[in-house]
């Protein structure tokens, strides 16, 4: 939640003010490699081999992070901003397959996996007219990871109930 807060806060100054706030962009990426690791968590063991892949991208994000934080080299900014992505469609996957959450909550990490890098090419398109509406896509993208911080904080499992038997 805090990393989407950091993106729209980010986006936000950008609009509002036209200046980025220092650090915020990068101090956001890893915290979205953990939201991957709570995302497993909720899984309990039923992640299979795609929750498994879920995590080492999301260790692997963790990581392009934290050098990305000591020098800010662009494989490790790609590694950082689309990793988790990558991990999103891993575990979104899962979790709608082991019914994690209830509907609508239980497509929100495999849609923000689709949906994310597809919203974040638009903004380059969008930049094309101005520079600043480039940040519109960062802040929906920021709002959906907020949301998925809560559902995954708060949102409780589906029940799976037994068909009904009919005589």
């Known amino acids: 939640m805090v990393g989407g807060l950091l993106w729209v806060v980010k986006g936000g100054a950008i ?5 980025q706030p220092p650090v915020v962009f990068e101090a956001a990426l890893p915290l979205f490699a953990v939201g991957l690791l709570g995302l497993h968590a ?14 080492l991208v999301a260790y692997a994000a963790l990581t392009s992070a934290a050098i990305v934080l000591v020098a800010p080299l662009a494989p490790f900014y790609a590694a950082a ?9 891993l575990l979104g996957s899962v979790t709608l397959q082991a019914r994690v959450f209830r509907p609508p909550w239980s497509a929100l990490p495999l849609a923000m996996g689709l949906g994310g890098p597809l919203l974040i090419l638009a903004g380059g398109g969008l930049a094309l007219m101005s520079e600043k509406l480039l940040e519109i896509p960062i802040v929906l993208v920021g709002l959906a990871w907020m949301l998925l911080g809560y559902s995954v904080l708060v949102v409780k499992e589906a029940t799976v109930q037994a068909p009904v038997r009919v005589r």
């Open 15 to 19: 609009l509002l003010m036209g200046q």
């Open 42 to 55: 909720r899984l309990d063991g039923r992640g299979g081999p795609l929750g498994k892949a879920g995590v």
């Open 81 to 89: 901003g689309f990793g988790p992505f990558l991990g999103l469609v």
